[in-house]
């Protein structure tokens, strides 16, 4: 495996990426987007021009910075190797498109299935948020760590909605029915890069979600796993990744929020 090293190295090459792509995103959507610049790739499913080109922009770099395979959102590239970049260019698309100001660049660096470089940044606040493994998670070059919160009645939970896979949603609403009763309240950003991030600064004490896509998940993954959070699959294990589900959050309030999930069908 690439060595710590040039592993850091990368990572300021990749934090650079991200802001810099961030930053022509944001100047897209104040000056020159429009709603009639919207595709639909499938139900509920939304993509622009801004989406193709940060996508464009961010494979060349990383092939610059360090050539490898690519998982990436909008297909640009579709090569598998040892080493793989994860990329979704802009997490929160649909947020993106209405003006909501919750949106992401997420980029990830996989090495035979496991995680080992994340950059998430979220561009409306400018907040960058990164990991290596084994070398911690910062927020704007702070460490971060997760919530010590215990109890799902002392939590605020992080969720999102399936936008076209409606097969569990009974079990998802009777999971949701169980957290609106048990907890401080549940939160829905629209942007799963931005919910694990905010697990990992303990803004959220834990969030799950299925309907997921590795690039939606890969690099705030690691962000919470190196701030001392846990990373699971509904069935608490490693499945996460390309699993299509997710729960991130510290041991123990995971634990009784996947008993809960358990109770109400949601495995």
């Keep these: 495996m690439i060595d710590s090293v040039r592993l850091q190295l990368l990572l300021a090459k990749v934090i650079t990426t991200a802001k810099d792509v961030g930053q022509w995103i944001l100047t897209e959507r104040q000056e020159n987007f429009s709603l009639d610049k919207v595709e639909i790739k499938g139900l509920n499913d939304l993509v622009s021009y801004v989406d193709k080109g940060a996508e464009s922009r961010i494979v060349k770099e990383l092939s610059d910075h360090f050539p490898a395979g690519f998982i990436v959102e909008e297909n640009s590239v579709s090569s598998r190797q040892d080493y793989n970049w994860i990329v979704d260019p802009l997490d929160g698309t649909t947020n993106f498109v209405h003006g909501v100001p919750c949106y992401a660049v997420s980029i990830a660096l996989e090495y035979k299935g496991e995680i080992i470089l994340g950059v998430v940044y979220e561009i409306n606040r400018d907040e960058c948020f990164y990991a290596t493994k084994d070398c911690g998670a910062y927020l704007n070059s702070q460490i971060i760590r997760v919530s010590e919160t215990t109890h799902l009645k002392d939590s605020l939970i992080a969720t999102g909605f399936p936008i076209y896979n409606f097969s569990r949603m009974a079990a998802y609403l009777k999971t949701l029915e169980q957290l609106m009763r048990n907890t401080h309240g549940i939160r829905r950003m629209g942007s799963a ?20 896509n590795p690039w939606d998940v890969a690099a705030g993954g690691i962000i919470v796993k190196e701030a001392g959070g846990c990373v699971y699959d509904f069935n608490h294990t490693n499945g996460w990744l390309f699993g299509k589900e997710i729960m991130a959050g510290n041991s123990a309030l995971l634990k009784e929020l996947g008993s809960l999930a358990s109770r109400s069908g949601l495995h």
């Design 193 to 212: 890069a931005v919910d694990l991030c905010y697990v990992a600064c303990g803004r959220f004490d834990a969030y799950f979600e299925y309907n997921l």
